[in-house]
């Protein structure tokens, strides 16, 4: 179960209108990135490809924490089912990871503009993007897929409380039985 933040209930619901607004900000924001560059002939251009699969793996990223925050916020017993944090566990670092790795895309694109702005269309081309873009996705899979096969054999025992408002490996390595270190 998740440990109470606060005990006031009118702090709660401020708090969860709060998230609700910002999570709604930023689906938003994100959302009229990815329909403004998919809609527009922009995409062709290796930065707004990248930032158009940013936008789209941070509506993903943002919504696997805080709806349950928002609802956590608003009900009174705060708890998450076992299946439910693994599946947290696992869409955080692939959703994060990918927002790594496709920055780091990013930064590869500027690299080649600055410093061989003659030899930029020929070494970015649509096959070295989607390359990269198929890369950040390959790439972080087997992270978070053997995170998640770690954590899902670990024996649990005790109190099954947890000290934060998402699961996350740390609060999850408490947890277990057996010595982790």
């Known amino acids: ?74 009900m009174e017993k705060k708890a998450i089912s076992y299946k439910n944090c693994m ?3 696992f869409t955080t670092h692939f959703f994060g990871g990918i927002e790594v790795f496709i920055l780091t895309g990013m930064a590869y694109d500027h690299f080649v503009v600055i410093c061989k702005p003659l ?14 873009l198929i890369v950040s996705c390959a790439g972080i899979l087997p992270h978070s897929l053997g995170l998640f096969l770690l954590e899902i054999v670990l024996p649990f025992c005790g109190p099954n409380e947890i000290d934060h408002y998402f699961c996350d490996v740390y609060p999850l390595l408490k947890l277990a039985c057996t010595d982790t270190h």
């Open 1 to 74: 179960m998740l440990l109470n933040l606060l005990s006031w209930d009118f702090l709660w619901t401020r708090k969860s209108g709060f998230f609700f607004f910002c999570y709604l900000a930023i689906w938003l924001w994100n959302l009229i990135v990815v329909i403004s560059i998919t809609c527009s002939q922009l995409i062709t251009q290796p930065m707004y490809f990248f930032l158009n699969y940013l936008a789209l793996s941070d509506l993903f990223y943002t919504s696997t924490v805080t709806p349950k925050l928002m609802t956590d916020l608003l």
């Open 87 to 89: 599946i947290q566990l």
């Open 119 to 132: 030899h930029y269309a020929i070494i970015m081309n649509r096959q070295r993007c989607h390359s990269i």
